[in-house]
């Protein structure tokens, strides 16, 4: 966590930087939050010079990665600094790095021989003379470590509201890291999703079409990494990512997606591509598919993809069920599915060399006498069926292609089969593999997964064994159940979906926000942070849960 020890930036000049906040405005986190300063919803061109701020991720004991973008007419040899103080007075770390637009004048840089635990300022500068604004970034520990701190997001689309839970986190100044678990960016055009209707008038993305070419995601990322909330997350903290689906397409997996469209989109390769490239380019991110990090002796955190990296094809109920035109029929074609092609043993999510190096890593933490294991990923892992008396409560006025699913969906749970094939649940093989890896490893098992716009809390199990626990966590701005079942009260939602499966303990189905967990030897405890609202700029919660799990027990206490 932040600690008492660390480094205090002392009053500065209030003139402001290259984003339009000042250094005070950056680094006085318990006062006013940066968050208040409008984006300007018309602007679209952002010009020369340092245009998005900076960011710093992968951070390591000795080492972490600085991000900013620096636009000139010319290739431009950038100054990096790193130092203990706000005034730079002793730079501890430093080198050079060219923004070109190959890159879309995007650099990352790798500062390393940094000391373990420690917070640091960093600033870019340029040959005009230009300085960026001032980041702050701190390193992991090493060795005995006693308590550790980070912030998780997922979810984040800009059409439907404020990046409040951001802004909350930025203010709050209690997390030594962040962590976010994809659908960073949304792909859709204007109006698609959210709708005309649902799109907050001062939230217009560009480009106004669906993204698809180089120019268009960068375009996209531009609009994004121009929100004052998610620059003052970036600037004041280290970030760990992993990309979801909207991150390249809708529902994506490595050779196509249910939102791109061969005919009129080009080869699903290309595409894939340039999504690859571009959050490589506007991300402070390694350009490693999966990655880990050793935080001291507490834990180790897998960074893993479940999207694109190797996942098949997901199943659809839909077309299991098509042609059948009764309920007893399409139940019969569900049950035989069950008992054949869902279970096939030869299906991946993570592709065999991403399996087989998590199962290592697993082993090499806890051969380590790491505390906790830990998966950044973005998919749910728990098992999810969709409640049977959910129908009987929606009445006639709902939506036909919502009654449709909900159809599909509850005559799946009847056959015994999940409501989401594109989280863990489409892929019951996979995950049996990753949690018998597990418990050969004796890992104490701590999954973090987005996706979904709701928060859970599973215990997981596998034949009958505890493997550990898993916490989602709700959506930055994304809508949930309560935007699509909006008859159901959230209470009622989250009763139902408790009573319908065994190993979930908790859910929200109704509130937007992040999450704060924090590590020490003992215990995990898991903090819900619910933000008031994302259609007005604010900082305050509406709200908050906690959850603990006692390490070594593999369960909750909810």
Same mark, same amino acid.
């Given at each position: 966590?932040?600690?008492?020890?660390?480094?205090?930036?002392?009053?500065?000049?209030?003139?402001?930087?290259?984003?339009?906040?000042?250094?005070?405005?950056?680094?006085? &986190?318990?006062?006013?939050?940066?968050?208040?300063?409008?984006?300007?919803?018309?602007?679209?061109?952002?010009?020369?010079?340092?245009?998005?701020?900076?960011?710093?991720? =992968?951070?390591?004991?000795?080492?972490?990665?600085?991000?900013?973008?620096?636009?000139?007419?010319?290739?431009?040899?950038?100054?990096?600094?790193?130092?203990?103080?706000?005034?730079?007075?002793?730079?501890?770390?430093?080198?050079?790095?060219?923004?070109?637009?190959?890159? %879309?004048?995007?650099?990352?840089?790798?500062?390393?021989?940094?000391?373990?635990?420690?917070?640091?300022?960093?600033?870019?500068?340029?040959?005009?003379?230009?300085?960026?604004?001032?980041?702050?970034?701190?390193?992991?520990?090493?060795?005995?470590?006693?308590?550790?701190?980070?912030?998780?997001?997922?979810?984040?689309?800009?059409?439907?509201?404020?990046?409040?839970?951001?802004?909350?986190?930025?203010?709050?100044?209690?997390?030594?890291?962040?962590?976010? &678990?994809?659908?960073?960016?949304? =792909?859709?055009?204007?109006?698609?999703?959210?709708?005309?209707?649902?799109? /907050?008038?001062?939230?217009?993305?560009?480009?106004?079409?669906?993204?698809?070419?180089?120019?268009?995601?960068?375009?996209?990322?531009?609009?994004?990494?121009?929100?004052?909330?998610?620059?003052?997350?970036?600037?004041?903290?280290?970030?760990?990512?992993?990309?979801?689906?909207?991150?390249?397409?809708?529902?994506?997996?490595?050779?196509?997606?249910?939102?791109?469209?061969?005919?009129? =989109?080009?080869?699903?390769?290309?595409?894939?591509?340039?999504?690859?490239?571009?959050?490589?380019?506007?991300?402070?991110?390694? $350009?490693?598919?999966?990655?880990?990090?050793?935080?001291?002796?507490?834990?180790?955190?897998?960074?893993?993809?479940?999207?694109?990296?190797?996942?098949?094809?997901?199943?659809?109920?839909?077309?299991?069920?098509?042609?059948?035109?009764?309920?007893?029929?399409?139940?019969?074609?569900?049950?035989?599915?069950?008992?054949?092609?869902?279970? $096939?043993?030869?299906?991946?999510?993570?592709?065999?060399?991403?399996?087989?190096?998590?199962?290592?890593?697993?082993?090499?933490?806890?051969?380590?006498?790491?505390?906790?294991?830990?998966?950044?990923?973005?998919?749910?892992?728990?098992?999810?069926?969709?409640?049977?008396? &959910?129908?009987?409560?929606?009445?006639?006025?709902?939506?036909?292609?919502?009654?449709?699913?909900?159809?599909?969906?509850?005559?799946?749970?009847?056959?015994?089969?999940?409501?989401?094939? %594109?989280?863990? $649940?489409?892929?019951?093989?996979?995950?049996?593999?990753?949690?018998?890896?597990?418990?050969?490893?004796?890992?104490?098992?701590?999954?973090?997964?987005?996706?979904?716009?709701?928060?859970?809390?599973?215990?997981?199990? /596998?034949?009958?064994?505890?493997?550990?626990?898993?916490?989602?966590?709700?959506?930055?701005?994304?809508?949930?159940?309560?935007?699509?079942?909006?008859?159901?009260?959230?209470?009622?939602?989250?009763?139902?979906?408790?009573?319908?499966?065994?190993?979930?303990?908790?859910? %929200?189905?109704?509130?937007?926000?992040?999450?704060?967990?924090?590590?020490?030897?003992?215990?995990?405890?898991? =903090?819900?942070?619910?933000?008031?609202?994302?259609?007005?700029?604010?900082?305050?919660?509406?709200?908050?849960?906690?959850?603990?799990?006692?390490?070594?027990?593999?369960?909750?206490?909810?």
């Amino acid at each position: 966590m932040i600690k008492t020890d660390a480094p205090h930036p002392p009053a500065s000049s209030d003139t402001p930087s290259a984003t339009g906040v000042s250094r005070r405005g950056v680094f006085a &986190l318990a006062g006013a939050s940066a968050a208040i300063v409008a984006t300007p919803s018309s602007a679209r061109s952002y010009g020369n010079g340092f245009t998005h701020s900076v960011a710093s991720g =992968e951070p390591h004991a000795t080492r972490v990665l600085l991000w900013t973008r620096f636009v000139a007419d010319a290739d431009t040899m950038l100054e990096w600094q790193v130092s203990e103080t706000e005034a730079f007075s002793q730079i501890v770390s430093s080198g050079e790095i060219n923004a070109s637009a190959e890159r %879309d004048f995007c650099v990352k840089a790798i500062a390393d021989g940094l000391t373990p635990d420690h917070w640091y300022f960093y600033r870019f500068t340029a040959p005009d003379g230009s300085v960026s604004p001032i980041g702050r970034t701190r390193t992991l520990p090493e060795g005995p470590s006693s308590k550790f701190r980070f912030a998780v997001f997922s979810c984040a689309n800009y059409g439907f509201g404020y990046f409040n839970a951001y802004a909350h986190a930025a203010e709050a100044n209690d997390v030594d890291l962040a962590v976010h &678990l994809g659908d960073y960016i949304y =792909e859709y055009g204007g109006g698609t999703y959210p709708s005309a209707g649902q799109r /907050h008038p001062d939230r217009m993305v560009a480009p106004e079409s669906e993204i698809v070419a180089l120019a268009d995601y960068r375009l996209r990322y531009a609009t994004y990494r121009a929100d004052p909330d998610l620059q003052r997350l970036h600037q004041v903290l280290p970030m760990i990512a992993v990309w979801d689906d909207h991150e390249s397409a809708n529902d994506s997996w490595k050779d196509g997606a249910q939102n791109h469209q061969s005919d009129s =989109e080009g080869e699903w390769e290309v595409r894939k591509g340039i999504a690859k490239r571009v959050y490589r380019e506007w991300m402070p991110v390694s $350009d490693e598919p999966y990655a880990s990090y050793d935080v001291g002796d507490l834990a180790t955190l897998f960074r893993i993809d479940t999207r694109i990296e190797g996942r098949d094809e997901q199943f659809s109920v839909g077309k299991v069920i098509e042609g059948q035109d009764t309920p007893e029929s399409m139940v019969a074609a569900l049950t035989e599915f069950r008992d054949t092609d869902y279970v $096939d043993p030869a299906r991946q999510l993570l592709g065999a060399a991403q399996e087989t190096w998590l199962a290592q890593g697993l082993s090499e933490s806890t051969a380590r006498g790491a505390t906790w294991q830990v998966l950044v990923q973005q998919v749910l892992m728990g098992k999810l069926a969709s409640p049977p008396a &959910l129908l009987d409560l929606l009445g006639g006025n709902v939506p036909e292609f919502i009654r449709r699913r909900l159809t599909a969906s509850a005559l799946a749970s009847q056959a015994g089969l999940p409501l989401n094939m %594109d989280a863990w $649940d489409g892929y019951p093989a996979a995950r049996d593999r990753v949690f018998e890896s597990a418990l050969d490893a004796d890992a104490n098992l701590l999954v973090l997964a987005g996706d979904t716009h709701n928060g859970w809390a599973f215990d997981l199990a /596998h034949d009958g064994r505890r493997v550990g626990v898993e916490l989602g966590v709700c959506s930055v701005s994304s809508p949930g159940f309560e935007t699509y079942l909006a008859m159901v009260p959230p209470e009622q939602m989250a009763s139902l979906v408790i009573e319908a499966n065994d190993e979930l303990k908790w859910a %929200d189905t109704s509130q937007r926000g992040y999450m704060t967990i924090e590590l020490t030897p003992t215990r995990a405890t898991t =903090e819900y942070r619910f933000t008031s609202g994302i259609r007005q700029r604010s900082t305050q919660l509406a709200g908050t849960k906690v959850i603990t799990s006692e390490a070594g027990s593999k369960t909750l206490s909810v």
